[in-house]
């Protein structure tokens, strides 16, 4: 059974049936259904991937000194790696071009330009995000901040999308620590939503629409997983999937490069915490995908945007079952079954795990 909320803040009716809630960040609605939870479990259960346990492995195009399938070979590197993406999903420099066909505003399309660079987080190949030591994922958010700051100010730049993509179950095939950076001309749709959502909200209060949810976070708790003096890590109140997390800064600033040495290192902390308590929760590498949202990089000031980071992972009730997106989800809204106060509890019982010594 759903424990009760801590703070009472919610009323006990809509704890225990079912309810819709707002994101504010995009301004749409999910559905909970907290009653749905003792059904029984019929649907398709996944295999568990093996867990990598080689430090290098001759057959992986990411790890020090191997050759990658466009031919390059990577340089014996002993931290942090990072190169242009071999096959990229986005090119430098298309031709410009727009169209919409007999000015009706239905087929509309336009030339997109940008860049993507892979970001080998460790030259070791059976290491994950939760596994390396804080110092070393200090060292990896430097090098964020520096691709984020390089990118950010190339021309026709104006968006930069740091993110990873781990596991089989998020259709990442090498297990390699790594993640991907998409630079691009335009906001895509994501960050463009809360863009408009930072604004509407600064404009009708005056306020940051993050900074206003981190004080009611912090004086509810229900949701809390982790945190320190810079970060906050919760479970959103209006999270979709089962064991989302958000990660929030403490004061306000639009992009990471505005974090100094201390606030570096908290970040490492808290992403280890919460990587940590994925694997732990779940007893296995937990796959997810996340990245950080961040100010757009269009020479804009932004003062509207709180720097904030995303994990969803995919994972419903354990390793082996997983959350689909389908029927009324697709059709309808997006749906789910513990409540984020539920998923929130659990996640702070478990326990981070120690980091992998050399
Ligand atoms: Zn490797
Ligand atoms: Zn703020
Ligand atoms: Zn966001």
């Given at each position: 059974m759903m424990p009760p909320p801590?703070?009472?803040?919610?009323?006990q009716a809509l704890q225990s049936s079912p309810h819709r809630r707002f994101?504010?960040?995009?301004?749409e609605w999910v559905l909970v259904s907290p009653?749905?939870?003792e059904r029984p479990w019929q649907g398709q259960t996944e295999r568990q991937e093996p867990e990598s346990?080689?430090?290098?492995?001759?057959?992986?195009?990411?790890?020090?000194g191997n050759v990658r399938a466009g031919g390059a070979r990577n340089p014996s590197y002993s931290h942090t790696f990072v190169f242009d993406n071999?096959?990229?999903?986005?090119?430098?420099?298309?031709p410009a071009a727009h169209v919409d066909v007999g000015g009706k505003g239905i087929l509309v399309a336009q030339n997109e330009s940008g860049i993507c660079r892979v970001v080998?987080?460790?030259?070791?190949?059976?290491?994950t995000l939760s596994r390396m030591p804080t110092a070393e994922i200090r060292s990896l958010i430097d090098v964020w901040v520096e691709e984020f700051q390089s990118l950010g100010r190339k021309?026709?730049?104006?968006y930069v999308q740091i993110f990873e993509n781990r596991g089989l179950m998020m259709g990442?095939?090498?297990?390699?620590?790594h993640g991907q950076i998409w630079a691009t001309a335009t906001i895509p749709n994501e960050p463009r939503k809360e863009q408009e959502a930072f604004a509407e909200y600064q404009k009708q209060r005056g306020a940051c629409l993050l900074c206003d949810y981190v004080s009611l976070e912090e004086a509810s708790g229900?949701?809390?997983v982790c945190g320190n003096e810079y970060f906050l890590a919760v479970v959103p109140f209006?999270?979709?999937?089962?064991y989302e997390i958000m990660l929030l800064s403490k004061?306000?600033?639009?992009?990471?490069?505005?974090?100094d040495a201390e606030a570096r290192s908290a970040l490492a902390d808290l992403l280890k915490c919460v990587t940590s308590r994925y694997d732990n929760l779940f007893q296995v590498s937990c796959p997810y995908s996340m990245g950080f949202h961040q100010q757009?990089?269009?020479?804009?000031?932004?003062?509207?945007w709180h720097f904030h980071a995303h994990f969803f992972p995919p994972?419903?009730?354990?390793?082996t079952i997983r959350k689909f997106m389908v029927g009324f989800e697709m059709l309808g809204s997006p749906q789910r079954d513990i409540t984020p106060e539920y998923a929130a509890e659990k996640l702070r019982q478990a326990k981070v795990v120690p980091s992998r010594t050399k």
């Open positions: 801590r703070s009472g803040l919610i009323p994101n504010p960040l995009t301004r009653q749905r939870t346990t080689q430090s290098y492995d001759p057959n992986c195009y990411l790890c020090p071999d096959f990229a999903g986005l090119q430098p420099d298309t080998c987080f460790s030259p070791r190949h059976d290491l021309p026709g730049i104006n990442c095939s090498n297990p390699h620590p229900d949701r809390m209006w999270a979709v999937w089962p004061r306000h600033m639009g992009n990471m490069s505005a974090l757009p990089t269009d020479e804009m000031e932004h003062r509207e994972l419903l009730r354990s390793a």
